[in-house]
């Protein structure tokens, strides 16, 4: 029999008598049951590390897999995991008797039943989760018994439950090893972190493991545009929306992959520069997305729309918005080329501003244009707002980019862009926060640049705009008494950048 009514006489002496030993018990349920206690806390663990018992639970484990003893089974890995769990003995002793082995033993079996194990397959991979955390030795071992094909199987299960310590794995590999991050993001490694995302996207994930690995490997090092197109193969899924609207093009996990990308940005904004190479394959995304996006229908939500390539588009926005925000994040290196200034010279500018030109105006501007034959401002466009929020981004990354940038704010009023931003500077129920980031633009663009600023006072004298941000930027228009001609100056005043 198997199971609850195992007979515990049936297992060796050498591996009964030490764990009851231990616990002062005579029933292997109850031993594991008080070891999986005591081993839950850092004393207990170096207690039981002194008394050796590692190597005696690992051939526990064997003999139970042997045995098909499931709920046995479950018990004696879930204490191999607290052993391991920060104990540096344990952990040696766990590489030292070929510990790896024995749970991929484990792993193989579960992983490959019709209807996967998915409790042990977790505790398996908590059990190597934990030991890889005692350095690049154990993470060397690990990759070299794993890498790829067992990766590439564990990653292809489907489950919330396994996910996130495999992923747990791979980051602390990575981490440790950096050239275990390069053989992950090339060919065979690619289509093991394809999986994971693919779980992900489908299931979701409780830890932060996925997103550290993802950060690893896309924002710290030059590994996003290699995965971002291992996306469209293959292993993305065939869902990819309305061909008719150029949803084709992109996958689903390829915008997933974005989305995932902006958040960790976003969060850890102050963290991480983002390489060239990210950047301009975002940008080139970006790009691709605008040709093949509608603009003829009004906005029903914002991110994510169930539009894939809006959602691509949107996504990929939002990641240069944010990057073209971390300026002044760090020094560069010498004879290091600034990541802001190298989209800039591939065009960010124009083509962000060209898409904000062909906008229809925010709705309080078209309502106040109604009752006003006011020449200066064009409703000819027809583009309309793909998501809510698409006008404040591309606002903001205007805002961001002239930010002590001279030649920004003369590439923008000598593309006659400074009245189109004066326009931006209003609420919007579609665009949330369009104001503050109109405002942050305009601050960027009239400081230190007396050209902009003398069109932003002769616009406001002449009444073609009104503008009581002024004082709020520190700014008031003033006429020279001698050339009669308006200019601003400084006020005393304060400033904040929108946040969200």
Known sequence: M???????????????????????????????????????????????????????????????????????????????????????????????????????????SAALLSDPDFGIIRLSLQVLANVSLAGAEHQQAIWLKLFPNEFFILASICSLETSDPLCMILYTCCDGKPGLAIELC????????????????????????????????????????????????????????????GDNVFSSEQAFLLRIISEILNERINEVRVPNETALCVLGIFKRSVSIVDFGARAKSGLPTGSTSVDVMGYSLIILRDICAQDSLGDLKKDSVDVVDLLLSNDLTNVILSLLHDLEPPAIIRKTLKDSENGELNLGSTKLCPYKGFRRDLVAIIGNCAYRRKNVQDEIRQKSGILLLLQQRVTNDDNPYLREWGIWSLRNLLEGNAENQQIVADLQLQGSVDMPELARLGLKVEVDQNTHRAKLVNIPGSYTKPVE
């Open 2 to 108: 198997v199971g609850e009514s195992l007979p515990e006489f049936n297992y060796p002496k050498d591996v009964l008598q030490p764990l009851l030993s231990t616990s002062n018990l005579s029933s292997l349920q109850q031993a594991q049951e008080i070891l999986i206690k005591d081993s839950r806390a850092a004393v207990g663990r170096a207690e039981l590390a002194s008394k050796n018992i590692l190597p005696t639970v690992l051939k526990l484990v064997e003999s139970l897999h042997r045995a098909s003893s499931q709920e046995y089974l479950m018990q004696a890995t879930k204490l191999l995991r607290n052993l391991c769990a920060g104990e540096v003995a344990n952990q040696n002793s766990f590489v030292e008797h070929n510990g790896i082995e024995t749970v991929l033993t484990v792993l193989r």
């Open 186 to 245: 090339r060919d065979p490694g690619l289509p093991i972190v394809a999986g994971i995302i693919w779980t992900v996207a489908s299931v979701g994930s409780r830890e932060d493991w996925f997103k550290l690995l993802l950060s690893r490997l896309c924002l710290e090092d030059i590994h996003f545009p290699a995965l971002f197109f291992k996306l469209c193969e293959g292993n993305a899924s065939e869902d990819r929306g309305n061909t008719a609207l």
